[in-house]
């Protein structure tokens, strides 16, 4: 039987704006310290597997019936972690959860953003902003950063209120470099954001790392009072370990809320998500307590870099993005081959690593030395 020839893909008719694209992903290779997509590398509690045993089993009692179509429970639940951990009060109303932070900032596009609105995110950032824009029709513009790539408030505010965009992104810690954004640039970006004539914009907070920052860092939260087109994403992949699980929340205005459930899909969580993602939220302070073992191998990897004539950005999140090389891909594959993979994020110079274990760092920082040692960097070895 002869076989059919595969389609390509520039013979659909694909919409303009999609073609030349490639999706999403870091590279998934067999290797023994995997140290590129930001997981936390400690195993979910002992206590917690039980329960979410208990928990999934319950639940699947009633697969035959649609789940929560609201996700009222979890909500709460969310709600309550918020409010523990912000000192801000944050109610099951202005709470939304979805299939990872993702689907979260996509429903956020779907509902503000689409055919002839505008998106701006301040570059390099999360690269999934401008791809969730392109995919709901929203154009993308690209926001200034320094040479250091924080963000100049004045500089900012003063693009946005060129641009005019319908939603600006601020992301913090930002991803892949890793810095917090000051609280008096979000309110500045913010407050730019109204254009006058009935036009506005909305703020998006994405704080998928929040949980990792330096002591004194404060989140957007305490920003919500009085802003109510102001968004904080956050996501249970990163601090809590539940990376495959695939929940994302934002907290906003209880009626930014009501905006994103005209446009989710009907019954878009599952029962087993939701299920297991209340089990955890019962578990927040066992979760929790890898944070800070996750914050000391992030130091610890700031601290051996420039023994081996390297830099870093400050951090404060779960990674460091470092540098700066002539050959970014070269050394990339060269850890690589010392069964170490790290991320290349495109940005010439620099490459991003995961603080892992400490054996995994142990691992990076060894190798790393060699590479280090054979490119004639400088420095003893970690």
Known sequence: ???????????????????????????????????????????LPTELLADLGAALGHAAVELNRYPDRDALGLRGDLAAYLTRTSGEPVGPAQVWAANGSNEVLQQVLQAFGGAGRTALGFTPSYSMHPIISAGTGTAWVDGHRREDFTIDPAQAAAQVREVRPDVVFVTSPNNPTGTAVALETITGIHDATSYGHGRAGVVVVDEAYTEFARTGTRSALTLLPGRPRLLVSRTMSKAFGMAGLRLGYLAADPAVVDALQLVRLPYHLSSLTQAAARTALAHTDALLATVDAVKAQRDRIVAALPGLGLTSVPSDANFVLFGRFADAPGVWQALLERDVLVRDVGLPGWLRVTAGTPQETDAFLTALGEVARELHLGGSGP
């Open 1 to 43: 039987m002869t076989a059919t020839p595969r389609t390509s893909l520039e013979e659909l008719p694909l919409r303009p704006e999609l073609r030349g694209r490639t999706p999403y992903g870091a590279p998934q290779l067999r290797v023994r310290h995997r140290l590129n997509t930001n997981e936390n590398p400690h195993p």
